[in-house]
């Protein structure tokens, strides 16, 4: 394919042309991501001198590990031909009830901080899984489209984390998950960028050296081709959803850790981010189509702009209106990418 | 009515439309209520909706593609009866159709197209023989392989009293032997597909069983049907046969995740899977021959060959092809027939699902027709022929 491109656009007359048509190849082979990347460093770099600086993009990255594990599971959703409205609930559930268990825990037994910090974990993670296993059950078995599920399930979660707490933070952990899961690091590396990076491996391994990763793909490409081959698409649609969670609990913990309370309000902005994250780096909203790696920049670069936004001085407000406004010209430049592909075949 | 709504100012004109729907039915002869849903009516009533939607306007030249593709014979007869009124009224009618008696019937000249090319114009008295010549463009031989002979054995597939659910298919039964290629024939509609997909357990049954190599099957489903060496492929392509964004590989090697041969437990070995898919590839003369492209890029022909390619991903031993060369050039069908024949040499046995005539006629050891969702006649060897098929798939004559 890469022959067929250099020949065609060498072949291309005149060199004004020849740019447009290598432009055009580029963008159709990589998304939009490069490009934006491209944009948002030059323009951040011109407005502020710290933006550039190793430090600056190290805290950038730190900053990023929530969103971006949190979009390797909303990426599994899309690429079935989904999505996860709840994420952000399941972030915050997690963070309340892995805060409450572990603070009551602590109080129980203060001498054991580490097995506190065990059951707490344990009991964050079953509660925001559980969510990812209600959206399971209701878009696998029941059929219920994944947008109505997983908003829903948004409102039920919420509501618990703040019944349970009353709305007010959560206090108490041992000091020992806040200083390792928020603060530590080990060999240089802070702890929660290690666990993030475990968690990218897990992911490239499963999605694509094994069967279950195949069929994320296949489910998304074509759910009746699919099943006529023989995969079993509830399940794997089921799996999907608990993933999701699953990957959006474990954010929810490095959070909870990183900011050392237990918060039902935690996670607001995490559906539409990681859904960004993940279209901008080309996952289709059509499902079937996405790549880990891609993602992975996805939320870097979601992160990247916020900081850049920040260090720039623009309203936090305004940056919201950024955020949506870039999604939408993700799916635009989506939209057009597929055009541009189908005039390029042949 | 859309398009062209009777309407007093801004408003529409409800009682204006089913006026002038009522008359449109009455003088077309057509038994249906002018406010039925056309959700509710069966395939050949929404064919004459679609047809009468086409009279209101007092055409003067009328395109009609197979419109009596999904009519019983009465109706069909109606049709033509009313395309010779026009005629008479001074309508040019251009009219396409697979149908060879339909071409007599009513046909003055015959443009024959193929591969997007016209081939030649002819008057509508040319005979069968020459008019398949120009279709085809090669003799039949070239195209369809020489059939290998049925080896004697016990019946692969066995069905007993299929009834589906939807009640589509009515206590059909059937069975096949390894080697053999069993036809279904019938028009659209008329259960053929749907028993099939019964066999495979995509259309839900509502009595009858399956046997395979002489055990019952229960419950019947994709996967463990799969299992137990059994492959559908499915009649449309884009609608269920293939992830269109995905590459060639992804789809050809689908149906062949549960096979060990790509990899231990729950690991795809990549190199595993991309030399298959590249045998694959070879073997189907896919073209590109590049396996990563996604299926979407490759021409129709390519597309189909790629889902066949499934049936050769794994060790199958009863295949069943719905429509596997619809909307397909010669080039592919005849390697696609090949295919099929090599299969059926190596002991596979096939069920052949097709609209396509001459398809059943000279791929098939025997054929079932279908109608209305009943097995109307088995043919068998010599007795293939086009009369004798077709004879079966319309109402019989009241006599």
């Not at chain 1, 623009?314 to 989506?334: C, F, K, N, P, R």
Request: proline share 5%; charged share 20%; with cysteine.
């Amino acid at each position: 394919m890469i022959e067929t491109e250099r020949a065609a656009s060498l072949a291309a007359p005149g060199p004004g042309e020849r740019l447009r048509l290598l432009f055009v190849r580029l963008f159709v082979r990589l998304g939009v991501l490069p490009f934006l990347l491209l944009v948002a460093v030059v323009v951040f770099a011109s407005l502020s001198e710290n933006f550039l600086t190793l430090r600056n993009l190290t805290n950038v990255v730190r900053q990023a590990v929530y969103l971006l594990i949190v979009s390797l599971g909303q990426m599994l959703a899309l690429l079935t031909g989904g999505f996860d409205l709840s994420v952000g609930t399941i972030l915050a559930l997690t963070s309340v009830v892995g805060a409450s268990a572990m603070a009551a825990a602590h109080a129980a037994f203060p001498d054991l901080p580490w097995l506190s910090i065990l059951l707490g974990s344990l009991a964050g993670l079953s509660a925001g899984t559980a969510i990812g296993v209600a959206n399971g059950l209701g878009v696998a078995l029941f059929g219920v489209s994944p947008f109505i599920m997983t908003l829903g399930m948004a409102s039920v979660g919420f509501g618990i984390a703040l019944y349970l707490t009353g709305g007010v933070p959560v206090y108490g952990m041992p000091r020992e998950f806040g200083e390792v899961f928020g603060f530590g690091e080990l060999l240089g590396v802070p702890v929660p960028i290690l666990v993030t990076v475990l968690f990218v491996l897990v992911m490239l391994v499963l999605v694509y050296r094994t069967r279950l990763g195949r069929s994320f793909y296949a489910v998304g490409g074509n759910v009746k081709a699919a099943r006529l081959s023989g995969i079993d698409t509830r399940r794997v649609l089921f799996t999907t959803y608990v993933l999701c969670a699953f990957l959006a609990s474990i954010g929810g913990l490095l959070l909870t850790a990183r900011l050392d309370t237990g918060e039902a309000n935690i996670g607001a902005s995490m559906p539409l981010e990681s859904i960004a994250a993940c279209v901008i780096a080309g996952v289709s909203l059509r499902g079937g189509v996405g790549r880990v790696e891609n993602v992975v920049l996805g939320a870097l670069f979601i992160v990247l702009v916020q900081n850049g936004m920040n260090l720039a001085r623009i309203e936090s407000y305004l940056q919201t209106v950024v955020l949506g406004l870039l999604l939408i010209l993700a799916v635009i430049a989506d939209q057009l990418r597929l055009r541009l592909m189908a005039s390029l075949r042949a | 009515m859309l398009g062209d709504e009777p309407a007093r100012g801004w408003f529409l004109d409800p009682g204006a439309a089913r006026r002038i729907a009522r008359e449109l039915l009455e003088r077309l002869g057509f038994p249906l209520d002018p406010d039925a849903r056309v959700e509710g009516l069966a395939r050949a009533e929404q064919q004459m909706v679609e047809i009468a939607k086409a009279f209101r306007t007092a055409p003067k030249v009328l395109v009609l593609d197979e419109p009596t593709a999904s009519l019983t014979e009465r109706e069909a007869r109606r049709l033509l009866a009313l395309v010779d009124q026009l005629k008479a009224r001074g309508v040019g009618i251009l009219y396409i159709t697979h149908r060879m008696g339909e071409i007599r019937r009513i046909g003055d000249r015959v443009t024959v197209l193929r591969d997007g090319k016209k081939i030649a114009t002819v008057p509508a008295s040319t005979s069968e023989d020459e008019l398949v010549r120009l279709m085809t463009g090669r003799a039949i031989e070239q195209i369809f392989p020489p059939l290998p002979a049925v080896p004697e054995g016990p019946p692969v597939l066995r069905a007993q009293e299929l009834t589906t659910r939807s009640g589509s298919v009515l206590g059909a039964s059937f069975q096949l032997r390894a080697g053999e290629i069993l036809g279904f024939a019938g028009l659209v509609g008329s259960g053929k597909s749907e028993a099939a997909r019964a066999v495979f357990g995509v259309e839900p049954l509502a009595a009858g069983r399956v046997w395979l190599d002489g055990a019952p099957v229960e419950p019947l489903a994709p996967a463990s049907m799969l299992a137990r060496g059994v492959l559908y492929l499915p009649p449309d392509r884009r609608e269920e046969g293939l992830a269109m964004m995905r590459p060639a590989r992804e789809n050809m090697t689908m149906a062949a995740l549960d096979r060990p041969e790509l990899g231990p437990g729950p690991w795809l070995g990549r190199f595993k899977e991309a030399r298959l898919a590249h045998e694959l590839a070879r073997r189907i003369e896919l073209r590109p021959a590049n396996p990563e492209r996604a299926v979407e890029l490759f021409s129709g022909g390519n597309q189909q060959k790629v889902l066949f390619a499934r049936a050769l991903a794994r060790p199958v031993r009863l295949l069943m092809l719905d429509e596997p060369t619809v909307g397909v050039d010669m080039a592919t069908r005849a390697s696609l027939y090949r295919l099929i024949v090599e299969l059926a040499e190596k002991g596979t046995a096939i069920l052949l699902v097709s609209s396509d005539l001459p398809e059943i006629l000279h791929l098939s050891h025997r054929v079932l027709v279908f109608h209305r969702g009943r097995i109307r006649a088995e043919l068998e060897g010599a007795a293939i022929g086009e009369e004798a098929v077709l004879q079966h798939f319309f109402e019989r004559e009241a006599a």
